[in-house]
């Protein structure tokens, strides 16, 4: 299975909202197809959404009528920017949207002075680098993070919140990708996937995805995680992120949080693997990110169903903020950064900054 495919200039998902019972695939042709795959989750998990994204501003770049700009370039570029502003508006938390956004607005800029005609070309190239790259990011992270774990010698129980996996990401996945590197090792006794209510990405997607691969992995509801900390002997607990700001504070799947107080409170250490992509320095601490609050009708109902009274009043914001305190550590592509804070992640920055 396939997370995302370009194909003849067609953006092909895999609708992951029919998951894990029908494998359907949406073919996306326009940029608003693209948006609303994003929105209604049939693509998620934030890597993923930066790479859909990146292929969502070509087909925007495509929609324009370049004759209409007389090789006014820079007009071209500014009505282009503008329906990268309207696509990144598709979700509000994953920073990875509006980053993978903002390289193909300043590709579209590079390219304008080659003229109009380069514009389109460049884009697509790009897309499908930042597509690729992914790939090799989840590959590197993955390693860094199964050397990290496999320093505690000896077979992992490990505990995960929401899909993380190759379904959230073009490669292996961001914890997921971790898992599977300690599987090859030989290091993974359980995986408890947490079901991650309400739109249960961790019963119907990381679930199917670790049985795929012959992991041995566990589903519970997600206010069994404490017990099962308590009595199963729980190593480590990793998730993914979709904004990590400049103290190391990570917003993820809802439910997170509240997995790294239980971490804490039995002493297990809570991992965040994520890209550098992930991180948003210009916001200093967790509670500048912006989050998602989704459809009432996602937490009354279950999967369509309904479980409580169509009036019922409701909250259901899609993340929440982890601490930076309970992290024992971010894995990223670029190696591990341990003790995150408002002096490691900079420090972390700046030294492979200066390595390249
Ligand atoms: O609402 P979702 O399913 O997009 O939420 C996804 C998550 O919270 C993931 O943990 C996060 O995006 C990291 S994916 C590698």
Redesign the pocket.
Known sequence: METLRWQKGQLILLDQTKLPMTEDYRTCTSWQDVYDAIAI?AV????AIGVAAAYGAVLAARSLDQTAYGGDTAAFCADFEDLCRRLDGARPT?VNLHWALEQMKETARNAAGQGMAAIVPALEAKAVQLHQEDVAINTAMAEYGADELAKQGKTLTILTH???GAL??AGV??ALGVIRALHKRGLIRMVYADETRPLL?GARLTVSELMADGIPVTLITDNMAAWVMKTKGVDAVI????RITANGDTA??IGTYGVSILARAHGVPFYVAAPVSTFDLSLQTGEQIPIEERDHDEVRCFQGVPAALPDAAVCNP??DVTPHKNIAAIITEKGVLSHPDAVQVPAFFAEFTEKR
């Open positions: 989750l998620r998990g934030a890597p994953a929401c899909n993380a959230a990401t996945g961001t990405q998730v993914g992120a979709d993820n799947k899609a993340f």
